[in-house]
């Protein structure tokens, strides 16, 4: 059979259109039109190019092996070099041309160590004003390893917040040692030798008892035999706020 | 010229923008070879992040890494991390304040305000949601998640249409002056796939801040997650963090 010529021609004209609309489709828009793929694995390879600022403790340890001894075994253990000395990948890639910073200013210390009542318990904290005002930190501490040069001669050099809640409070006078037996190595090292903690209600009732002659504690004494149940005091007043918080 | 020629040429001319098209492929390639590991395989990770609440000192030093690591701008409100305050009055009123905001620290300890109850630290950041809202409100597609599971967004796509700093309910997103475009934590893609910490872990000095890869089989973030009692914020829009909080204290938002 046959085909006629018109029908042949718009077989042609259908076969032309075809091809160009498969053509546009699939070789000459970009995939990027239709889907997201190429975009994102065009970002996530962007993403990963980018340049490395910190260069991380085991870069500084190839070369500084020992700041990093002295380090692990003191109490700035966790911290890490860039912490302090600043973002030192350059200083890694060329270690003459670019130096890291040295941090020997009070600020460069009192970012972790001022006192700040937000800070979680036990954080060793200064007052920046009490705590040799003007001084460098450097001076007496060595900052890799940092212990204080000698004992501590009062509390407040560690339990700050303590200090700060007491000092508020109508126990501000009383001394830390009439409640709790420190002994000369908890100065040392802290964790070796605990101080002790009041066990029974009759520590606070050497003040708070009905006919305690301590005049300071003259308001506030009550009869140990009645009152607070079986309850020990600590457990409804705080021993450094005794009044509650308002 | 006449209508046949013109067809002609037409024709020849087609398959040849389709060559011309691959020339600024193979440029894309060149740039992908320049990514650092190419055995990286994104499969195999699932990253997240451990913060514990209880240890942070709000020393800001996370923020000020994360800002040298990822040219955030230095204007105190352009933030991929930051830390807030949160005080906790006796008559249960609580306020919020973002510490990162501050240019320096004093030479002078905080004052102590006698009716805070409780008063802690609180280190935000994109938590990287298993179901972020803000790729799904995207209008172009510029942000996507990757598939070890961290939110990036692509500059060149990204419009600036605020959308998705509207969408995110953490706050977690900015409008960078700069390029003009929607910004966030990437969880410092360029440094975890070559093995290293996000720079706000690397310099946390209280290791409150833990980084990790939920897929792996013995992971900080995965023995972290067993030995802590872990919270996360909002649980209740379903778009599951994967920062993971411990020791959360219930009023943080």
Redesign the interface.
Known sequence: MKIREQVARLGIVVAVIVAAVLLLRFVILPESLFSARPHQVETVGREMAKPVHHAGVAACRKCHEEEFQEKYGGKHRNIGCENCHGPSAAHVADPKAEMPRKPREREDCLVCHGYDPSRPNGFPQVDPQQHRPGKRCVNCHEAHDPVPPKAPTDCTGCHGRIEHTKKLSKHALVPCADCHVVADQHMIEPRSALPTKPDSREVCGRCHAAGSTDPLAAKATVNLAKHGGTYVCWDCHYAHLPEGRK | MNKREFLRQVVAF??A??LL?MLPGTA?AR??V???PGD?D?TKHWYGMGIDT????????CVE?CK??NNVPDEPFYFRTWIE???IR?DGETTVECISTRE??P????P??????R???VPKLCNQCAHPPCVQVCPV??T?Q?QDGVV??????CIGCRYCIQACPYGARYLNPVTRTADKC?FC???I??G??P?CV??????ARIFGDLKGQADRLVRFQRVNNISVLKPDLNTEPKVLYAQLDGEVR
């Open positions: 087609l398959p923008a389709g098209r894309e740039e992908l320049g990514a650092p990286y994104p209880a240890k942070c000192i709000g020393c800001n030093r890494a040298a690591e305050r949160y005080d006796a320096t620290r030479e002078q300890a905080e102590e305000d006698p009716s805070v109850v008063t802690f630290f597609g510029a996507f990757t990036l967004v692509d500059e060149k796509r990437t893609y360029h440094r796939t070559r290293l910490l720079a690397e310099v946390c000095p209280t290791q």
